[in-house]
C-alpha cells in the first residue's frame, strides 16, 4: 500500500476514533487530539488536572478503542520497582523464572505519578526511553506500540514526589485538562447518571498504529519549518541567541533538543490526520503549547508576578 493510501486510511481512522471516544467522553477534545498525536508518533502523555476530570476514563476509553492490551498501574508511596518491571524467582527446578510486571502492556496507565518516591518514578525511565528493562542484568523488550500515559493531580502536593526534569522530559506532551463547559457538564451528568452503559469497538490494531507510526516518520518536513521549530526552542534558553526580554526575565531553564524533535514529530502527526502531505509552521504551533509547557522552568521572579508558561510560550510566536 503506497503512502498516500496509507495517509488516508490514517484520516479515516482517526476520524472514527474521535467519534468512538466520544460515546463516554464529553468536551475534553484538545487533551483526546493530543493524546492520540503522542500515541501516533510514539511519545508519551502526562495528563494533569485536578480529581473528576475523567483523567482515568479518558486512558482507559482510548485504549479500548485502540484495541490494545492496557495495563493500569495505581502508583503508591510503597510501590516498589519490581512492582512495575517484575522480578526473578526461584521455581521448582531450582531455576530463576523472570516474572513480567504490568509494564510488559501496550499501554500503560501510570495514576498519580507524581505519588511514589523517584526509586520507582526512575524505573519508568528506560522503559519509556528505549522500550526495553533490565532485571538482573538481563534485558527484555517491551511490546510494540508501547505507551506511557501518566496521570498528575496538580492541587494535593502533600506526599508527592515531584517529577524530576530528566523523566519530565520522556513525556512528549503534558497535557492540562481544564474544568467543562456548563453546557459539557451538563452533558456529563446526564449520560452517566442513567443505566446506559456504551459498548465501544475497537477501530484500529497494533499492526495499523505500528504503520501509522512508521508513515508519520516517512512524511517530509521543509527546512523552514524545521527551523522555525528548532529556533521556537531556542528562544526558550536564556540568554540564547533568540532569546527574548519575557524569556530572559522570567525564565531559568529552557527546553533541550528533544523538544525541538517532538516538535516536528508532532506536527508530523497533526498535518497528517488532517490528510497533509507535509506539515506547516501552524501544524508546529498547535503543538507547541503541550510539548514546551513541561521543559521551561520560571524563576521565582514569574511565580511572583504570575506570568504562566502559556504567557511565556505564546510570547514566542
Known amino acids: 500500500m503506497s503512502d498516500v493510501a496509507v495517509l488516508k486510511v ?22 483526546i487530539d493530543h493524546i492520540l498525536l503522542s500515541i501516533l508518533s510514539g511519545g508519551h502523555s502526562l ?11 479518558i486512558v482507559q476509553t482510548i485504549s479500548k478503542t485502540l484495541g490494545l492490551d492496557f495495563k493500569r498501574i495505581q502508583f503508591t508511596p510503597d510501590l516498589m520497582p519490581s512492582d512495575i ?3 526473578e524467582i526461584l521455581d521448582e527446578t531450582n531455576h530463576f523464572k523472570f516474572i513480567k510486571g504490568p509494564i510488559f502492556s501496550n499501554i500503560i496507565l501510570a495514576d498519580e505519578i507524581n505519588r511514589t518516591p523517584p526509586k520507582t518514578q526512575a524505573a519508568l525511565l528506560e522503559a519509556m526511553q ?18 506511557v500515559l501518566a496521570t498528575q493531580n496538580p492541587i494535593e502536593q502533600e506526599g508527592t514526589y515531584p517529577l524530576p526534569e530528566a523523566q519530565l522530559d520522556r513525556f512528549m506532551f503534558s497535557i492540562q485538562l481544564d474544568y467543562p463547559s456548563f453546557d459539557e457538564e451538563v452533558a456529563v451528568v446526564k449520560s452517566t447518571t442513567n443505566d446506559e452503559n456504551p459498548v465501544l469497538k475497537p477501530i484500529v490494531s497494533a499492526d495499523e498504529i505500528n504503520a501509522f507510526q512508521h508513515l508519520i516518520r516517512r512524511i517530509p518536513v521543509a527546512d523552514n519549518v524545521i527551523e522555525y521549530a528548532v529556533k521556537l526552542v531556542s528562544k526558550t534558553r536564556p540568554k540564547s541567541q533568540y532569546s527574548t526580554n519575557i524569556v530572559n526575565n522570567y525564565i531559568d531553564w529552557g527546553a533541550g533538543p528533544r523538544a525541538s524533535q517532538n516538535l516536528i514529530l508532532g506536527a508530523k502527526a497533526n498535518a497528517a490526520v488532517k490528510g497533509k502531505y507535509s506539515p506547516d509552521i501552524e501544524d508546529v504551533q498547535a503543538v507547541a503549547y503541550s510539548i514546551l509547557k513541561h521543559r521551561i522552568v520560571r524563576n521565582y521572579k514569574a511565580e511572583a508576578e504570575g506570568i504562566s508558561e502559556k504567557e511565556i510560550i505564546e510570547s514566542l510566536f
Do not use: Y
Request: charged share 25%; glycine share 12%.
Open 85 to 87: 518491571l517484575g522480578s
Open 47 to 57: 495528563l494533569i488536572g485536578v480529581p473528576g476530570l475523567a483523567k482515568t476514563l
Open 10 to 31: 490514517l484520516v479515516e481512522k482517526h476520524g472514527l476514533l474521535k467519534k468512538e471516544i466520544g460515546k463516554v467522553i464529553i468536551g475534553q477534545d484538545e487533551a
Open 130 to 147: 528505549e522500550r526495553t528493562v533490565t532485571v538482573a542484568g538481563h534485558h527484555h523488550k517491551l511490546a510494540k506500540p508501547f505507551f
